[in-house]
């Protein structure tokens, strides 16, 4: 058996016999108001005698019965009447709200361009033109960045994986190739190959920051920050890379993984993006009802105009500068991505001598009401 719908009332249908009533009602109350007490009068007064106080009329009176017809057929008159006003009162009311459905519908057969642009009179209905417009500029934005975001990632891994096929190539075309060739090319493949697997690994840790936090265990950033820097003190001292620590005990909750993975590609980019002899300094505080991770590294000049971009996913600062290539322009969009998951807050700072002081506000303690 299939299951019948049931027919579907309009919202104008619906006002119009709301604003009907409402108009039927008053004629009602109007006709009561008037004509009861015109029936109590000539109730009052008997037949054939007249008041001593009664004033003289001029032209005949208006009988009970036809007083009474007259109404009923009032009545019957003012309900096309009332249905009219209504029917033309709900449809002024609800003119915005149809420019709203036509213009969404055209936006979501893939026109994000286009806008409602709701005028005056303003009103609920303009406010909520103007909450979608917004809303239509962040979903053009994110779609675009998202276009951005897979054509950039097309490129970065098409890059390792064309040198790969053509140091393969290359190997396989030469007729004098000996096993030492042969070994050098498996070496340069691995390399690329191990290159890609790193792009694909933060690709992945971008795309999970951004899904959200789906756990909150309390940890100390103090001891995240601590095992993060054991792991890079070896790589730092080969660049001649000085590591200092002020860690406090900076309490909160969060995922683990995740801001683990913010710690780890603050302290990398600090690390990638400096230079010989230079210096990164991590610290965590609790300052009240908050509690901050602080990472700040020596290294190139950072111009002010250019930090925002840094955040944004495959941008780099002019990596011929510094020569430092082996970074793939996701750390910072990661460590921007953490930070909006957990409701933190992130401030960044350009040094004058150079390099970046970057802070993450996290709140303090347990955040049971995730």
Known sequence: MTSQKPARRSLQTRLALAYAAGIYTAGVLVLVFVAVPIASIQAATPQGRSSSSAITETG???????????????????????LALGWFVAGRFLRPLRAITATAQIISAGDLHRRLDLGEPRDELTELGHTLDGLFARLQASFDAQRHFVANASHELRTPLAGLRTLLEVALADPDADTGTLRSACREALALGGHQERLVEALLALATSERGVTRWDALDLAHVAEGVLASRRDRATRKGIDLAEHLAPAVTAGDPGLIESLVANLVDNAIRHNHADGHVKISTRTSGTRVALTVTNSGPVVPDDQIQRLFHPFQRLAPERHGSRDGYG?????????????????????????????TVWFAAGSHDHF
Do not use: C, D, F, Q
């Not at 750390?331 to 953490?338: E, F, K, M, P, Q």
């Not at 998951?341 to 700072?349: D, E, G």
């Open 60 to 82: 005949p009176g208006i009988s009970l019965p036809l007083l009474l017809t007259g109404s009923a057929v009032a009545l019957v008159l003012l309900i096309p009447v009332a």
């Open 330 to 358: 996701l750390g910072l969009a990661i460590v921007n991505a953490v930070t909006h998951a957990h409701h933190a807050t992130l401030t960044t700072s350009a040094r004058p001598e150079g390099g970046l002081s970057i």
